[in-house]
């Protein structure tokens, strides 16, 4: 029996793409090269199948050129705002992504971004790797410690509660604000609050961990940042469309906000510019799920939704 054929639109990890090669005839990217809508509409005539990234957008206007023959867009995310899950449904597609991997990867890296904001981590190794270090002063780099402190998370999901768990950790109270309460035995103690206006003003630390979308686009702007406590940091590993740029930079210039750690930007990978000179952001690259076990996780995932659809199962990440 024919291996059905799938297009891979980015490089992958060895071990995905190995299972990749033994169980498709795979249209592979080795060289990574990012795709233009055309491309990515050229590169599909003749696939079965999609295994795209959060990197390649999918609109109505791209999903309607695909080639009848394209049944399933499975994506290596968590995240799925790149794809117009309408357009799929109407032209038949199953298009699945790959939750619940990348939780405690994604975690770990709001407590650096925590960290390093707290305590002016980008400052200090800038400082030494430049040969600025002159001597040991006590008024010199003063951050901000995290016992004591409350942690006020949007969002208290999986990571969401992944972050409170290492947060606890450090000695940190937490505070948060979802969609709707959750069972006792989760909160584990969180003080909820039901709406966003309510749990600022408590925060001194805040992690953004609220999905995309426009419901959430820009819910951290000059008005809320407002509501937050003199000094307050900022940590986002969620989406980058939740912060408004501008009111953010703005804040971190006055010194209305002590420091931001983000991983995760609008636009990426063309950043605000306002953000490289900014001595009191701490910036990564969206690694958030950068770890050799969870990418590899992601990729398996992903093709456990194809393996499962093409054998005429139901694909068990479906949204649609």
């Known amino acids: 029996m024919a291996k059905p054929r799938l297009f891979v639109t980015r490089l992958l990890p060895d071990a995905v793409e190995e299972r990749i090669r033994r169980d498709y005839d ?13 491309d990515l509409v050229r590169l599909a005539a003749g696939v079965d199948g999609i295994l795209t990234t959060s990197a390649e957008k999918w609109p109505a206007e791209i999903i309607a050129r695909l080639p009848e023959r394209v049944r399933i867009i499975a994506s290596f995310s968590v995240g799925y705002e790149h794809i117009d899950l309408e357009a799929c449904r ?5 298009a699945t992504n790959t939750p619940d991997v990348l939780t405690e990867a994604t975690a770990d890296i709001a407590m650096l971004c925590l960290l390093g904001a707290a305590r002016r981590a980008w400052e200090a190794e800038t400082m030494l790797r430049q040969r600025r270090w002159e001597r040991w002063k006590s008024t010199e780099l003063l951050g901000l410690e995290l016992s004591g402190r409350v942690l006020g998370i949007v969002g208290m999901g999986r990571i969401g509660l992944a972050t409170a768990r290492r947060a606890r ?5 937490i505070h948060y604000h979802n969609r709707r309460r959750l069972p006792a035995d989760k909160e584990e103690g969180a003080v909820y609050h039901a709406t966003l206006e309510e749990l600022l003003p408590h925060c001194h630390f805040l992690s953004l961990n609220a999905p995309g979308g426009a419901e959430t686009h820009h819910l951290l702007d000059a ?3 407002e509501l937050l406590p003199q000094g307050a940091v900022v940590v ?8 408004d740029d501008e009111a953010l930079i703005a804040a971190l210039r006055s010194g209305r906000l002590f ?25 990564l690259p969206h690694i958030g799920s950068a ?4 990418r590899n996780a992601m990729g398996f995932r992903a093709l456990d939704n194809l393996d499962a659809f093409f054998a005429g199962r139901p694909a068990p990440d479906a949204l649609t």
């Open 90 to 94: 109407k032209r038949g597609i199953v």
């Open 26 to 38: 795979a249209i592979l990217n080795p060289e990574d090269r990012p795709y233009t809508p055309d």
């Open 291 to 294: 770890t050799i076990e969870t």
């Open 169 to 173: 950790g450090f000695g940190m109270v």
């Open 223 to 225: 008005r809320t940042i």
């Open 259 to 283: 420091a931001a750690g983000l991983d995760v930007f609008a636009g990426e990978p063309n950043i605000h510019p306002g953000y490289y000179d900014l001595p009191n952001c701490f910036l």
């Open 236 to 243: 986002n590993t969620a989406r980058g469309t939740l912060i």
